[in-house]
């Protein structure tokens, strides 16, 4: 059997959405509607003629509403094999009609627990009768049509105009499918709620992961490689999947990872002076707190403007024309503001292929959450790195005490580190960067990449010399031996900032007073693998 004529459709639906339109349309058709509570006011008042389910049943709804469609008279109708003779043979024993179309969404549980509702609230919208309904219909698939989304109501109809009045196999396998992601994801919001919510587990027995709304990119990291962007069912920050995108071409994989990388640092500046960040391959290579999105961008590019050419930009405050202008001069893949000015938005028309997004809210750096890596055989979870360390947190354990500057730019230079993949080394001066070291295998080189990168920009601007010179350092992990400060110092550093806890913390402190330098601890590691 392929084609299915529907004669008989149940609609109990939380989202009215396009539902009068679809009785009509099914009316017209001289389909017959069964329908429950709001549901079938909502047609009734259309001028609509439709069954009450408890008029198939015989039995009134109850408790509440609770109880209304788990009956035989329902879900016989449902799952009965219509070509099989004892299912044809018990429902005409027990008077049970055949259903041919169910459409059912499900109670709002995810924006019951958005709004804050109190725990009763939000667990009377557990859908019960509904994804038993849609269960039923979606495994009896060969025989029953189910529609579980308002925006396939007009793909429904148009299938059953090309069909006269009746549904394709195909069609009703894709529907199928479809519901029973739906109710995977449905049943995996519960879940999570009642996991991390309600029982405050952080690592459940059963980890739901899931997401909707694919968007397929072009490729992943490399063209052999397919890829795809979901958002998350339930609550879940605001960020780069969300950004509106206002001109260029589509995201790349590479291009979200770069882009969610610059946002993430980016956000940690929220609500302070004008600040830029340069992301190249999930790394910052620049960035810069100034009085002005501009003087911002200028520091910012001036720490290693050769890995900025293709990067990607991020910024913490509207966007301003004479800043677009600026970031225009060099090629740019992407750029990330809470906002954009008309004049912005005019420089940037001149760039055809550069995606500028347009974020809102910058999410908050300190948000709860898991972070989830895929390995063979398995997943990796860990809380996100929300952890955070003010001035008064710091222990000085060197001789010399820092200066103000030097405190400052020591916490400039530990928020940014925290985004660098380790071993981090990052140099900075006066709220800017000056040299970046990311990803080496070892910390003494990771200090000698990012002195040769403000050497490198110090030539190319033609500074008396580096911004090294007189600059504070952070190392995301604690220094194992004191070869990498050691590099560091000769560099021109005065100042460090690391976690500590090496076996050999007192050479390492050692050497910091041989050299002159001021050092403090947080007590908080950061590796970024």
Known sequence: MNDVTIKRALLSVSDKSGLVELGQSLAQRGVELVSTGGTAKALRDAGLTVKDVSDLTGFPEMMDGRVKTLHPMVHGGLLAVRDNPEHFAAMEQHAIGAIDLVVVNLYPFEATVMRGAERPDIIENIDIGGPS?????????????????????????????????????????????????????????????????????????????????????????????????????????????????????????????????????????????????????????????????????????????????????????????????????????????????????????????????VTGDLPDPRRGGLAIKPITGGLLVQSRDNGAITEADLKVVTERQPTEQELKDCLFAWTVARHVKSNAIVYAKDGATAGIGAGQMNRRDSSRIAAMKAAEAAEKYQWAASRAVGSAVASDAFFPFADGLLAAAEAGATAIIQPGGSMRDDEVIAAANDAGLAMVLTGMRHFRH
């Open 133 to 357: 309904m849609v269960r039923s219909a979606a495994k009896n698939h060969q025989f029953v049509t189910i529609v579980t989304d308002p925006a396939d109501y007009t793909t429904l109809t148009a299938e059953l105009d090309g069909q006269d009045g009746a549904t394709s196999l195909g069609f009703r396998k894709q529907m199928a499918a479809k519901a029973f992601a739906a109710t995977a994801a449905y049943d995996s919001m519960i879940s999570q709620w009642f996991a991390f919510a309600d029982q405050g587990q952080m690592f459940p027995d059963m980890l739901a992961v899931n997401g909707k709304a694919p968007v397929e990119l072009r490729y992943g990291e490399n063209p052999h490689q397919n890829a795809a962007l979901y958002t998350p069912v339930g609550p879940h920050a605001q960020g780069i999947a969300q950004a509106e995108q206002l001109q260029g071409k589509a995201l790349s994989y590479n291009n979200y990872n770069d882009a969610d990388a610059a946002l993430e640092l980016c956000a940690e500046f929220a609500g302070g002076d004008p600040a830029v960040v340069i992301v190249k391959h999930a790394n910052p290579c620049g960035v810069a707190q100034r009085a002005s999105l501009l003087e911002a961008w200028e520091e910012a590019l001036a720490c290693d403007s050769v890995s900025a050419f293709g990067g990607i930009v991020a910024v913490n405050v509207p966007l301003d024309g004479p800043t677009a202008e600026a970031i225009c001069a060099i090629f740019t893949e992407v750029v990330i503001a809470p906002s954009v000015s008309d004049e912005a938005r005019e420089a940037f028309a001149k760039k055809k292929n550069l995606r500028l997004l």
